[in-house]
């Protein structure tokens, strides 16, 4: 497996898909609050494809490869085929 830094800029838009995950959950807790916790869903998987967008812009050979990202480490973490469940 190897490991790559990512940038802040983009580790930024990762951390926003993250916040509106976690307002989502807070909303589906909620009784009155389907709306929102809809509207967060969606922020939270548009900055995630913002940000893996942005990630295969800096690094074009990962594109098709089994890649995860680390919110605490910020690393991706590019596994090997023999990792790939989709191999």
């Known amino acids: 497996m190897e490991s790559l830094k990512v940038p802040e800029e983009?580790?930024?838009i990762f951390?926003?898909?993250l916040a509106a995950?976690?307002?989502r959950d807070e909303c589906?807790?909620?009784l009155f609050k389907a709306k929102r916790a809809?509207?967060?869903s969606k922020k939270h998987l548009q900055a995630n494809r913002k940000a893996w967008e942005l990630i295969f812009e800096v690094w074009p050979e990962l594109k098709g490869k089994y890649c995860s990202y680390s919110y605490r480490s910020?690393?991706?973490t590019i596994?090997?085929?023999a990792d790939n469940p989709a191999a």
């Open 79 to 81: 596994k090997d085929d």
């Open 28 to 30: 589906i807790n909620s």
């Open 74 to 76: 910020g690393l991706v």
């Open 38 to 40: 809809i509207y967060y």
């Open 15 to 17: 951390d926003d898909g």
């Open 21 to 23: 995950q976690n307002c």
């Open 10 to 12: 983009i580790r930024e």
